[in-house]
Nanobody
Framework: QVQLVESGGGLVQAGGSLRLSCAAS????????MGWFRQAPGKEREFVAA????????YYADSVKGRFTISRDNAKNTVYLQMSSLKAEDTAVYYC????????????????WGQGTQVTVSS
């Protein structure tokens, strides 16, 4: 069983920045691909970013490319999402997820999810 706990959400003005963190309770975190997703009110959950087990490969949705950066610290069992140049349309609940299969390349299949953290961007 893997527990994922997100933190770092909040209210920020458009153009501002936030860094989300996701801490994992697992001794084998360094073998997992990790992802960030988001869900805005009335919309389906959508992919934001992913990172492979080593941090050497990252993937982004077109809507956040160049503004968001995913990274990880395997020594701390934590994955991050640095969000910059935030827009009102980035407002959503952000979830982190883990693919524990050991899959090296996408598409990843996430089998554990966090509870989410709210990000609200005021225009």
């Amino acid at each position: 069983q893997v527990q994922l706990v997100e933190s770092g959400g909040g209210l920020v003005q458009a153009g501002g920045s936030l860094r989300l963190s996701c801490a994992a309770s697992s001794r084998t975190f360094s073998s997992y691909a990790m992802g960030w997703f988001r869900q805005a009110p009335g919309k389906e959950r959508e992919f934001v970013a992913a990172i492979n087990w080593s941090g050497g490969r990252t993937y982004y949705a077109d809507s956040v490319k160049g503004r968001f950066t995913i990274s990880r610290d395997n020594a701390k069992n934590t994955v991050y999402l640095q969000m910059s140049s935030l827009k009102a349309e980035d407002t959503a609940v952000y979830y982190c997820a883990a693919d524990t299969s050991g899959r090296v390349h996408p598409p990843y299949e996430y089998d554990y999810w966090g509870q989410g953290t709210q990000v609200t961007v005021s225009s």
